[in-house]
């Protein structure tokens, strides 16, 4: 089992959508979660992290976290094609290494 | 300015040479870290270094050395280059590793 899973995809949406990116991971202790988006050829940027179960929101994106379950998922609202990028999922299992380990990423295409 | 810049951008070599990648960081974060994006774009951690220290050595050929000069600067060099050495790495850093990393814009290493 991979520490950390995610659908390669591609997930294809249509514009203006909401776009439903899923994550699990398999260390029960795991402390940070993080959400990035990598652009073909380019380096991952970060979007978004959470630390807590429940929902935190930042504009068109909604990262979920429920510890219980060991899954993570990002929703993006008002699906835009300049969206369509890799999304990777990564989890920090301790928070004193800084070690982030990463899902393979999936592949959101936004259909105008 | 580049916040975490790495050079070169694109590096073509043959096997068996030995290469060098640069990173460097404006950013005054304490821990940088090198990683690699394999061909199915999977990132996997290499090293870390927190204010000029190791702290993260992951299951990697001892034809990698990293070094780092200052806490702002963190080489890779590599020995005896292979085939399978062919990646993407990308040299990122923190500050408060809970927020996750700012990643440079990656080396493509391709070893003909």
């Known amino acids: 089992q991979k520490e950390v899973e995610q659908n390669s995809g591609p997930l294809s949406v249509p514009e203006g959508a909401i776009a439903s990116l899923n994550c699990t991971y398999s260390?029960?202790?795991?402390?940070?979660f993080f959400w990035y988006r990598q652009y073909s050829g380019k380096s991952p940027e970060l979007i978004m992290f959470?630390?807590?179960?429940g929902d935190k929101e930042d504009g068109r994106f909604t990262a979920q976290l429920n510890k219980a379950s060991q899954y993570v998922s990002l929703l993006i609202r008002d699906s835009q094609p300049s969206d369509s990028a890799t999304y990777l999922c990564?989890?920090?299992?301790?928070?004193?290494?800084?070690?982030?380990?990463f899902g393979q990423g999936t592949t959101l295409q936004v259909k105008p | 300015d580049t916040a975490v810049s790495q050079t070169p951008k694109y590096l073509v070599t043959q096997m068996g040479n030995d290469k060098s990648i640069k990173c460097e960081q404006n950013?005054?974060?304490?821990?940088m870290y090198w990683y690699k994006q394999d061909s199915k774009k999977f990132l996997k951690i290499m090293f870390s270094?927190?204010?000029?220290?190791?702290?993260i050595n992951e299951t990697v050929p001892n034809r990698f050395s990293p070094k780092s000069p200052d806490k702002a600067h963190l080489n890779l060099h590599i020995n005896s280059l292979e085939l399978g050495d062919s990646a993407v790495y990308f040299c990122?850093?923190?500050?408060?590793?809970?927020?996750?990393?700012?990643f440079g814009s990656g080396t493509r290493l391709t070893v003909v």
């Open positions: 990564a989890v920090d299992r301790s928070s004193n290494t800084g070690k982030l380990i």
């Open positions: 260390d029960r202790g795991s402390q940070s």
């Open positions: 959470i630390y807590s179960n």
């Open positions: 990122a850093s923190s500050q408060d590793v809970g927020r996750g990393y700012t």
């Open positions: 950013l005054g974060h304490d821990t």
């Open positions: 270094y927190n204010n000029k220290e190791l702290i």
